[in-house]
């Protein structure tokens, strides 16, 4: 064959993996299957989805003209570090972030499953440390702070805070009103212990026929922005992906369209809708 059939041939199947990757989801979650290990790790499942919708029935069934469909587990991936951080300083802290893949937050407490708000624009962003010493700074000051203030907070000179200022507002981090700088987000949760409150435990199931849902972000990038949010003194030992058991319970209306919802089975409480939707 020649050089020049070979390339078009080989063209032609890369475009078709590319094509079949991006349109059609049972092609994609097939292949992952065959590429993936036999096996993955994930948060227990505590909670039945029968248990659920039976405690939750007056909220989602409005009459006895909707129904319940077949419920559906997925499992939404999330990065395990294995972390150590200044705890204050005398003392090092040691721990592991829970860090989503598919919404960018980290999780504060896996039992609440409370969690950050802000990072996924950080890494939007892509905001570097730079960046994050005026947001942690706003962040401390419950939001915004003046521009004499943040000054001598950060103690540097004028022209480098406008600097890393006009940064922040170029990448819709900030706003600037009068004199005063504000962190461009509606209720900001920035400032947390870098480490997660993880009191369950971790099991292995088998891959076959589980539902993954697709990644939005790479471990890298998760990697990178936790780095510049807690500092030079914060360090990544390890990580691990791992995933967290999801219900979608799907009920069905009179006039034949369908609501989802989204439980976490971890703890049996809903979750917001768009970072678990999958095709």
């Known amino acids: 064959m020649r050089p020049l059939t070979l390339f078009i041939v080989l063209l032609t199947v890369c475009l078709g993996m590319f094509w079949a990757w991006t349109y059609l989801p049972g092609f994609r979650s097939k292949l992952e299957d065959l590429l ?21 029935r007056k909220e989602l069934l409005a009459d006895n003209a909707h129904v319940f469909l077949e419920p559906t587990l997925k499992f939404v991936p999330y990065l395990l570090m294995d972390v150590k951080y200044m705890r204050s300083q005398e003392k090092t802290g040691e721990g592991v972030i829970l860090w989503g ?9 896996t039992s609440t499953w409370e969690r950050t708000h802000g990072f996924t624009d950080c890494i ?11 947001i942690n700074a706003l962040a401390s000051r ?10 001598k907070f950060l103690n540097i000179e004028n022209n480098i805070l ?19 700088y504000r962190l461009h987000l509606q209720n900001p949760r920035l400032m947390v212990i870098p480490e997660t409150k993880l009191e369950h435990w971790l099991v292995t199931k088998p891959a076959k026929k589980a539902i993954r849902v697709k990644k939005r972000y790479r471990s ?16 990544i030992r390890k990580t691990t992906e791992i995933f967290l058991p ?6 069905q209306n009179p006039d034949g369209t369908q609501m989802s919802s989204y439980w976490n ?8 809708a768009p970072p678990y939707e999958i095709e």
């Not at 505590?46 to 919708?53: D, G, H, N, P, V």
């Not at 939007?124 to 994050?132: D, H, P, V």
């Not at 419950?142 to 000054?151: A, N």
């Open 265 to 272: 089975a971890l703890n049996g409480k809903r979750l917001a």
């Open 124 to 134: 939007a962003a892509n905001a570097g440390r730079q960046e994050f010493k005026i």
């Open 101 to 109: 893949l598919v919404d960018g937050e980290m999780v504060v407490n």
């Open 220 to 235: 890298a990038q998760i990697e990178n922005i936790a780095q510049a949010a807690f500092g030079g003194d914060f360090a």
């Open 36 to 56: 993936s290990p036999n096996t993955f790790q994930t948060l227990e499942v505590r909670y039945s989805a029968e248990s659920i919708m039976e405690a939750h």
């Open 246 to 251: 999801v219900y979608s319970i799907v009920v």
């Open 162 to 180: 406008d600097n890393w200022v006009d940064n922040c507002r170029k990448k819709s981090l900030i706003v600037q009103t009068g004199n005063t």
């Open 142 to 151: 419950g939001g915004s702070w003046d521009r004499d203030g943040l000054s």
